[in-house]
């Protein structure tokens, strides 16, 4: 199975990073979010993935061309015009690396990918910005067994802002960071039916508008919920959050060994 990553938007949110870089390629531990989120998806065994590129594309193609070389120590023969690497611990990844357009909405990447697709296999597709400790392969053999067109991980939003409890006039306590108000709102973690390319018509298709408002509309689309962990990274405290996780050693998206 395919797993096709949206990485093409400007990140304007996050501009004190991506005036420099695709918003895929912002570091957490060291590591771009895009490694992140393809490490999620080769801990339940899918490794071949499809980078929608726009923005910086390049950048995203330079980072994987040498990103054997950045794992692996290396000896380089000037005179035999060679290199061997040696040893590292390097993904077991096929990537590949599509323009998108740098102008194209999310449709409209995932549109411009129809050709690498298989047909008749179903492909996960996400966002090159958000983390989570979902089930992907509970998420997969949900999709298959209802037999719709699409399958959205429903999340429930973190908390942005600690409330208080307040007793008269006292402040009795804070709670940090609460859960939203038990609405659910898409996660960004599909299962998809590739005939869902046929919803968009071109490059200034908004995937989150009219396909995915047809699919919800026709009954076509199916909410597989995440209970657990979900994070995006759309603003500098969000990407700070991450990267305290990280640090702390207890990332809960951190699935694999």
């Known amino acids: 199975m395919k797993v096709v990553i949206l990485a093409g938007g400007l990140g304007s949110r996050l501009a ?122 509970a998420e997969v053999a949900f999709h298959r067994d209802h037999g719709l067109k699409a399958t959205m991980c429903a999340v429930t939003p973190p908390g942005r802002y600690g409330a208080t409890n307040i007793e008269g006039q006292f402040i009795t306590s804070f709670v940090e960071k609460p859960r939203g108000d038990g609405q659910r709102i898409n996660g960004g973690f599909f299962v998809l039916d590739p005939s869902v390319i046929d919803l968009i018509p071109s490059d200034d298709t908004i995937w989150e508008a009219g396909p995915l408002e047809w699919l919800a509309a026709n009954n076509q689309l199916a909410a597989f919920k995440h209970d657990g962990f979900w994070q995006p990274m759309d603003t500098l405290r969000e990407r700070t959050h991450l990267e305290e996780l990280w640090n702390s050693g207890k990332a809960p998206w951190k699935l694999w060994a």
Not at 22 to 30: H, N, S
Not at 52 to 66: H, T
Not at 67 to 94: C, E, F, M, Q
């Open 16 to 137: 004190e990073e991506t005036s420099v870089r695709p918003k895929p390629l912002v570091e957490i531990g060291g590591m771009p979010i895009l490694w992140h989120i393809m490490n999620i998806y080769a801990h339940h065994g899918l490794n071949d993935f499809i980078i929608c590129a726009g923005y910086k594309g390049y950048m995203i193609k330079e980072y994987f061309v040498n990103l054997v070389l950045h794992h692996s120590d290396i000896t380089v023969d000037l005179g035999a015009n060679s290199i061997n690497y040696h040893g590292g611990k390097r993904p077991d990844w096929r990537v590949t690396v599509v323009d998108t357009g740098m102008h194209s909405m999310t449709g409209g990447r995932l549109g411009r990918i129809r050709e690498h697709l298989t047909p008749g296999e179903p492909f996960c597709m996400t966002y090159g910005d958000g983390v989570g400790d979902i089930d992907i392969a």
